[in-house]
């Protein structure tokens, strides 16, 4: 495995996927409390995803989630890394290089998407999308602003959670690095085991993978 395609994944991404333009939508506070049942209204979801950096490469994968907290990003193959939250933790593994980094899940923009509890009014905002089909919420605290910022991207669909769906989000970090991922073919509600979480310590064992 070319260390180009690990690069790739770990790269700061810009807002490529592209999003339908219509009249500017006029969305208000109510949309927050949307997002809100969406987020608490998802017991489980699996959906494929898509990275694209500013030169157009793009890695694929498959994303899996249960609430609370428990989240995997399982890349394409050939691509050694693999992302995985627990429900308290989110940990990265290179299988290439053998190495693990792992921080608290209320560290990263995606602690706003991975947790129910937390009240998007206190620290969300509606962003215009250009579009009335499609919400736009900006995340982040204002307390700890080094957790980064997440905007995350809805459609409005009526046989969605709460009326939502996931259309994917942007990340940025407090190194300014920015992180986009689109979600297709989603599925909710489905049977996912908590095995889905676990992964093979590379520091431990010479076998590839941890799949």
């Known amino acids: 495995m070319k260390r180009v395609l690990l690069a790739l994944a770990l790269a700061p991404l810009p807002f490529l996927f592209p999003l339908p333009t219509a009249a500017i939508a006029q969305q208000g506070p109510s949309d927050l409390a949307k997002v809100n049942a969406y987020i608490r209204a998802v017991s489980t979801l699996t959906a494929d995803f898509t990275q694209t950096d500013r030169n157009g490469q793009v890695l694929t994968g498959k994303l899996t989630l249960k609430q609370p907290g428990k989240i995997r990003f399982q890349y394409q193959k050939g691509v050694p890394l693999l992302i995985v939250g627990d429900g308290k933790a989110l940990t990265m593994i290179d299988y290439e290089v053998r190495q693990v980094q792992r921080w608290p899940i209320g560290s990263s923009p995606l602690g706003a ?99």
């Open 113 to 211: 998407l991975l947790d129910p509890n937390k009240d998007l009014s206190k620290f969300g905002k509606v962003v215009p999308t250009g579009d009335p089909d499609v919400l736009s919420v900006e995340a982040r605290d204002p307390k700890r602003p080094e957790f980064g910022t997440i905007t995350m991207i809805f459609q409005r669909s009526a046989g969605g959670p709460a009326g939502l769906q996931l259309y994917g989000w942007v990340a940025l970090d407090s190194q300014n690095n920015r992180t986009a991922v689109r979600l297709s073919n989603q599925r909710y509600g489905v049977a996912v085991a908590d095995s889905a979480f676990r992964w093979t310590d590379p520091r431990r064992t010479s076998r590839p993978g941890g799949r």
